[in-house]
Nanobody, 132 residues
Framework: QLQLVVSGGGLVQPGGSLRLSCTAS????????IAWLRQSPCKKRDGVSC????????NYADSVKGRFTISRDNAKNTVYLQMNSLKPEDTAVYYC?????????????????????????WGQGTQVTVSS
């Protein structure tokens, strides 16, 4: 059974940092494109970032460029989202997901970042709250 476990959320002050982790069980993450998406109660789902399984290419939503970094640690079967310079508008539940095997990275990432789609396998979310 494919599962993704997300951890690392919490309460942080504006300007602070958090690192989210997305660890897979039942499959090897390095074979799949991985994405992060977030959802707050008053907003639609927003794609945050994607990372390719092959080229190492990464993509980010404009709202997080320069502040967030997605990375892989294949030895730990984990993908991270390092979030710096956090703002109150970053408050949301954050999810990680793996694209369907064989789906082109560009298609998967465009769906996540462009439309907030959650195709593929997604883990449970973790709450990130940015507040003073």
């Amino acid at each position: 059974q494919l599962q993704l476990v997300v951890s690392g959320g919490g309460l942080v002050q504006p300007g602070g940092s958090l690192r989210l982790s997305c660890t897979a069980s039942g499959f090897t993450l390095d074979s799949y494109p991985i994405a992060w998406l977030r959802q707050s109660p008053c907003k639609k789902r927003d794609g945050v970032s994607c990372v390719s399984s092959t080229s190492g290419a990464t993509n980010y939503a404009d709202s997080v460029k320069g502040r967030f970094t997605i990375s892989r640690d294949n030895a730990k079967n984990t993908v991270y989202l390092q979030m710096n310079s956090l703002k109150p508008e970053d408050t949301a539940v954050y999810y990680c997901g793996a694209g369907t095997r064989g789906l082109p990275y560009s298609t998967f990432c465009a769906g996540v970042i462009g439309a907030g789609e959650k195709g593929g396998t997604w883990g449970q979310g973790t709450q990130v709250t940015v507040s003073s």
